[in-house]
């Protein structure tokens, strides 16, 4: 995958890697990440300042997944529900502002993927280690459910799991790995979705562990 020299030529993202379309309005963009170097730094940069921390779930359980949130809203989980705010709970604080970096590469893979115009003012940082699974869920926290997901995969690789409107309905299993950008929008932007237990593995940018940056426009 590409490195930082990307980010000096402005050639930040995108155009090396395949497309394939999951459904209508639902794209993944294999290897779309470049500069990635760049982007891990920003993840460090973020999570210093605003520590991943495992929440928990309306019914009491502390996720596996551990997470936490730049730009204007956060995502948040706690007994009272899943909700976004503009404070991290932890330090009472704003959010960290969203690196630019981010910004770019969530609007070019949009772009990409059809939804010109993206404006993400949340970025939900998740980290999974090896067992680490996501339940299938429908994003659907956000007051705006125009613009699409934009969910970036870094680290060790992982099993995207991809249903339709329905929690009932077959899902598809999707390889995620280092760099992949997955987009869900439109008549997709309400799909279950979710991530199987991760196999062990190691990668040279994020050790054994897999970052996921998930993009919306919440408020
Ligand atoms: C999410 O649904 O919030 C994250 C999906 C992923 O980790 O790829
Ligand atoms: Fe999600």
Redesign the pocket.
């Known amino acids: 995958m590409g490195n930082s020299p990307d980010l000096l030529s402005g050639d930040l993202f995108g155009g090396v890697g395949d497309e394939a379309m999951l459904g209508d309005g639902a794209v993944i963009l294999r290897g779309f990440v470049s500069g990635d170097a760049a982007l891990m730094a920003a993840v460090l940069a973020v999570t210093t300042q605003a520590p991943l921390r495992h929440m928990i779930t309306p019914g009491g359980f502390a996720m596996s997944?551990a997470t936490t949130s730049c730009g204007a809203l956060g995502w948040l989980s706690d007994r009272s529900g899943y909700r976004y705010g503009a404070l991290d709970p932890n330090s009472g604080r704003p959010w960290p502002p969203m690196p630019d970096i981010f910004r770019a590469l969530a609007q070019s893979a949009a772009a990409r993927a059809g939804f010109p115009g993206f404006q993400p003012d949340a970025c939900?940082i998740?980290r999974?280690v090896p067992g680490t699974r996501?339940t299938l869920?429908q994003?659907k926290n956000e007051r705006d459910f125009l613009s699409p997901i934009v969910?970036v995969?870094l680290g060790i690789p992982?099993v995207?799991l991809f249903g339709g409107l329905t929690r009932t309905d077959k899902t598809s299993r999707i390889g995620?790995f280092h760099g992949d950008v997955?987009v869900w929008g439109g008549p997709s932007r309400l799909r279950y979705?979710?991530?199987l237990p991760l196999k062990p593995a190691e990668h040279p940018l994020t050790g054994a562990c897999?970052i996921?940056l998930?993009f919306r426009h919440a408020g």
């Open positions: 997944v939900l998740n999974y996501l869920h994003d969910s995969s992982a995207f995620l997955v979705h979710g991530i897999r996921n998930t």
